[in-house]
């Protein structure tokens, strides 16, 4: 029983993602065929040989690795210890500063591109990975507000046994706060990773020179303005997503071996 | 642990809440500084361009409050934007949040070969917008669209999907349906956090199924509802991406989103002004929003962690 | 190299375009070319990915422009350079096309003149064309169309020959009794519907969508609503069309029609030249036909822009530049492979000129009299022109005319409308030139 509807529902969720992988393999007309045709004729690998001559993506992939490991460390430490103040420390100022902070989450991001160009200029940073990683360390406001809503749920007990022990906070968010909210850790690191890995906007708008492109950007660029070659923007679909898939499946071990309060309550 | 004596000492001298103000502001103080240059900033400049008429080329001049006057008076397509955004945010967000819970429970069970259905659940919010898009565009097309020849095999016609005025917010909702897997992620976070002795209580006390997820699971989860409830609509009432890839706001303006609106008005049509004065109105609206939301949370959020207070 | 103009040495320009990984490889190697004819000058390439309404270009160069790091020459969005001029941000190209004597080499549409003043250069050109399945047309027994613009079919021999090749899955034609319009296999047009697939039409019926100096609105005229609707009968009355949403970004570059024509589920495609490209790539027996005549023959020329921006410090070596950019042979590929037609007029007349870019599999017989020759009477659209543009269409226009398409409104009762809501955002601010 279980199972039929764990299957009904994978039908639903991979179908198009099937569909991509059958596509990356055909040529363009075989995609665009009525009715469909599931499989290719003559699968054509060549359209993932394509993909890297057209554009260095080989160059891209890296480019894109070195801006998600940062934004990831930056995301996992400097939200971690911001939502902890935020969730659990009584300090005067705490309830404005954070609903400050959220409300940044409300101002479409749009009306704030331009003027972030100017502010990166003006620090020196166009053109270089810096405006696309430097944020990272400094806090996310979604982030801080779902680490914030995981602290909420764990016992205040923990922070003051350690406390009595004579911890600081910078010792309990790391001995205590962190082991025991891996999961909410693990959410954050593949948003993180995800979010960056995906975006085009940024790097479109702070980088000037095809070396520095990311995936994303590349992806964004097989989808000519008059011309699209589809089975080529499939198959590089296919690469960029790869990576992610294997993270995920890794990363996702981390919700159940990730010590439940439970256990360590007992 | 040789320390603890002193470290104790320490403590009692020192005023508490002094130390907490200390350490409270210190931890927070990248936040702090962050979100003043990369957020506080633009955010100024942006209520200041409001106030102009600036095409982002040429100097801004200023005209007072007559990007609102526009907003409200003049724009067909202002209250047109708020409409379509409305409709799908208070339809899609809690169908949506009703599914990725039901799907986290679903996948929280511990029968063999979970790991890789969680993974297929999650394939679609992997996928990069621009390759999502582009999939259903192919799904939802009347002529070659997967989605027909399906309707057809249960004898139902054909239907016009994104492309039809009446159909195309439902087809960004269940659209949607299909990568809540973000939001299945974080329930399922929670879901595994939830101490196992308190589910194993309820068992040896002989209580249903039904009461242990009334009583213990429900409960807290509220933290995590309550975060997906306030981002949901925070998105929701963002929506952009996919309308803009997928449809540019039609047919007949029935899928212009407001940030679309927004965004058409700040970039194609050069009037930033305008955009920055329809984004200020957006923030205002979805902070006495959210204000209520927050506010309402006393009523119905648990949180371990405040117990003792 | 220009005689008596001397040049910098360690000059670096930055030149920004945008396109199809094909275009990137045609532009760059032309960059590279460059360098190498004028040692001392550097080129940096600045690729852009290309959205589907240009948006995200704009976005990108605002905030360039803003943070005053503009590059200094490169493509342009049309509609953008009246703005742009105006705000001191582009350069007057006026006295480097007289001093160098550009003038008649080049198709009088492509200088963007604002007064005395050239703000621009159209990059290419581009018309609309008529493409066909020839197998298609031979199974149902239809003829080839006429191939001289001048003798071409009317409309409503047109729309006859199209009902012909329309068959629903069970084989029946419109009009026959139990002709299910909904379960269509083979439709007989397809057509591109934004704005500026609408002029021919329009313009070959005596209509318009405002007028070219911007001041009048001019899509109510009997002769424009007529061209609506009818366009629209196609879809509702005749069932030759396949039902597509015009305004949606992406659905614009989803190559549906292009594949159902190759697949043999479309027997005619209007559409611009461009589209040549894909056609070409696909293997069936396509085939070029003059555009229908609604009263008298109509053309347009259309293009994407190219301009230089005030900031560069190196007008001098960005102009030589742009030049070697207009000249055909540079970028030799964008024409043969159906991308392009050449803005030079010798490629036009000239039968040595002119076989460099046609003589070749990807121009089908007959290219020559239905497209080549019809840019004789080709009238440049005023997308650039006309200010506003951009918002008179996607604010006023297309969401209305989206009604007729979706068979929710007639061509009257929308055009009406969209007169409505030009007056109330009041659009009509005249025209840059």
Redesign the interface.
């Known amino acids: 029983m279980l199972y039929s509807v764990l299957i009904i529902g994978a039908l639903f969720t991979t179908m198009p993602f099937l569909w991509l992988l059958r596509s990356s393999v055909m040529n363009m007309r075989e995609i665009f065929t009525m009715p469909p045709v599931w499989l290719p004729e003559k699968p054509q690998w060549k359209n993932f040989a394509d993909v890297f001559t057209m554009l260095p993506f080989g160059r891209f992939f890296l480019n894109s690795g070195i801006i998600v490991a940062l934004n990831i460390i930056g995301a996992l430490f400097s939200n971690t210890i911001m939502a902890y103040a935020f969730a659990r420390i009584d300090f005067r100022g705490r309830n404005i500063m954070y609903a400050l902070c959220l409300s940044t989450l409300m101002l479409p991001q749009v009306v704030t591109l331009v003027p972030l160009v100017v502010i990166w200029k003006y620090l020196g940073g166009l053109n270089t990975f810096a405006p696309l990683t430097v944020p990272a360390f400094f806090g996310n406001a979604f982030y801080i507000f779902m680490l914030h809503q995981f602290f909420k749920t764990i016992p205040l007990e923990y922070d003051e046994a350690a406390f009595v022990d004579g911890a600081n906070y910078l010792q309990i968010i790391l001995n205590v706060i962190m082991p025991i909210s891996k999961p909410a850790l693990a959410v954050v690191a593949i948003f993180s990773f995800m979010y960056t890995w995906n975006d085009f906007f940024g790097p479109l708008l702070f980088l000037n020179e095809e070396k520095m492109y990311t995936v994303a950007l590349g992806l964004k660029m097989l989808t000519g303005m008059y011309s699209t070659q589809w089975h080529i923007l499939m198959a590089a679909a296919t690469l960029v997503v790869l990576p992610l898939i294997v993270l995920f499946f890794f990363a996702q071990k981390y919700f159940i071996e990730g010590l439940t309060l439970g256990g360590l309550k007992g | 642990m040789e320390t603890r004596p002193e470290i104790t000492k320490k403590h009692k001298k020192m005023h508490l809440s002094r130390y907490r103000n200390r350490w409270g502001w210190l931890l927070i103080s990248p936040a702090v500084s962050g979100l003043t240059l990369w957020v506080a900033l633009p955010l100024l400049v942006s209520l200041v361009a409001s106030l102009c008429d600036w095409d982002m080329v040429g100097p801004p001049q200023y005209i007072g409050l007559n990007n609102y006057k526009m907003m409200f008076t003049v724009d067909p397509s202002f209250w047109q934007a708020v409409g379509v955004t409305a409709y799908y945010t208070f339809a899609g967000v809690p169908v949506q949040i009703i599914v990725a819970f039901v799907t986290a429970l679903l996948l929280n069970t511990n029968v063999r070969g979970i790991r890789f259905f969680r993974t297929l659940y999650y394939l679609p919010s992997i996928l990069p917008i621009a390759v999502n898009s582009v999939l259903w565009l192919w799904l939802f097309n009347p002529h070659f669209g997967l989605l027909n020849i399906i309707l057809e095999w249960f004898g139902f016609p054909p239907q016009r999907w994104v492309f039809g005025s009446e159909t195309v917010i439902p087809s960004f909702i269940l659209m949607s349906l299909w990568s809540v897997g973000s939001t299945v992620i974080i329930f399922l976070a929670g879901l595994q956090g939830i101490p196992r002795e308190l589910l194993e209580a309820v068992e040896i006390d002989g209580g249903s199924g039904w009461h242990r997820f009334r009583h213990i699971i429900l409960p807290l989860m509220t933290p995590i509802i309550f975060y997906t409830v306030v981002i949901g609509f925070i998105t929701g009432v963002q929506t952009f991406t996919q309308p803009f890839m997928m449809t540019g706001g039609g047919p007949a303006n029935a899928s212009l989103f407001y940030v679309l609106h927004l965004y058409r008005q700040a970039f194609q049509f050069s009037h930033m002004g305008y955009a920055c004065a329809m984004a200020w109105f957006l923030f205002v609206v979805t902070m006495i929003i959210s204000g209520v939301i927050f506010k309402s949370s006393s009523l119905w959020v648990f949180y371990e962690g405040e117990v003792k207070k | 190299m220009t005689g008596g103009v001397s040049f910098a040495k360690d000059v670096t320009l930055?030149y920004v375009y945008?396109?199809?990984?094909?275009?990137?490889i045609a532009i760059e190697n032309a960059l590279a070319d460059f360098e190498t004819a004028h040692p001392g000058i550097r080129v940096?390439?600045?690729?852009?990915?290309?959205?589907?309404?240009?948006?995200?270009f704009?976005?990108?160069m605002?905030?360039?422009?803003?943070?005053?790091?503009l590059p200094d020459l490169g493509y342009f969005r049309e509609e953008?350079v009246g703005?742009?001029y105006?705000?001191?941000?582009i350069l007057d190209l006026a006295r480097y096309v007289e001093r160098d004597g550009m003038d008649k080499d080049y198709l009088p549409q492509v200088w963007m003149r604002l007064d005395d003043k050239i703000v621009g250069s159209y990059t290419a050109a581009e018309c609309q064309v008529l493409f066909y399945n020839k197998d298609v047309l031979r199974e149902a027994g239809v003829p080839e169309p006429p191939t001289d613009y001048r003798n071409a079919w009317t409309w409503d021999e047109f729309v006859a020959y199209a009902r012909e090749i329309v068959r629903d899955r069970n084989g029946r034609k419109p009009g026959e009794p139990g002709f299910d319009p909904?379960r269509i296999v083979r439709y007989g047009i397809g057509m591109d519907l934004w704005w500026a697939m609408l002029f021919p039409p329009l313009w070959s019926n005596g209509g318009d969508l405002v007028s070219r100096d911007g001041t009048e609105f001019l899509l109510d005229k009997p002769e424009s609503i007529e061209v609506i609707q009818k366009i629209a009968d196609l879809i509702h009355v005749h069932h030759v069309m396949?039902?597509?949403?015009?305004?949606?970004?992406?659905?614009a570059?989803?190559?549906?029609p292009a594949?159902?024509l190759?697949?043999g589920?479309l027997g005619f495609f209007i559409t611009?030249q461009?589209?040549l490209?894909?056609l070409a790539?696909?293997?069936f027996s396509l085939g070029v036909g003059a555009l229908p005549i609604w009263k008298k023959p109509a053309q347009m020329y259309i293009s994407g822009a190219s301009v230089i921006f005030q900031s560069t410090p190196h007008p001098e070596e960005a102009w030589e530049l742009h030049k070697w950019m207009m000249t055909p042979e540079k970028t030799l590929d964008l024409y043969t492979s159906g991308?392009w037609m050449p803005t030079k007029v010798s490629w036009y007349t000239n039968p040595t000129d002119l076989s460099k870019w046609i003589d070749n599999p990807v121009h089908p017989k007959g290219y020559k009299e239905a497209v080549v020759d019809s840019m004789e009477i080709a009238r440049v659209v005023y997308s650039a022109a006309v200010k506003?543009f951009?918002?008179i269409w996607?604010?006023a226009i297309?969401?209305?005319l989206?009604?007729v398409?979706?068979g929710?409104a007639t061509a009257e009762e929308a055009v009406k409308a969209a007169r409505e809501?030009v007056t109330?955002?009041d659009l009509l601010q005249g025209a840059w030139w």
Do not use: C, H
């Open positions: 930055t945008w396109g199809s990984p094909n275009e990137k940096r390439p600045m690729y852009l990915s290309a959205d589907f309404v240009g948006i995200e704009s976005a990108k605002k905030a360039l422009a803003q943070a005053n790091v953008d703005d742009w105006a705000a001191g941000r909904n396949p039902y597509a949403d015009p305004s949606s970004a992406a659905a570059a989803m190559p549906a594949i159902m190759a697949n589920q611009g461009w589209e490209l894909d790539k696909m293997d991308l506003n951009a918002r996607g604010e297309a969401p209305e989206d009604k398409w979706l929710k809501r109330q955002l």
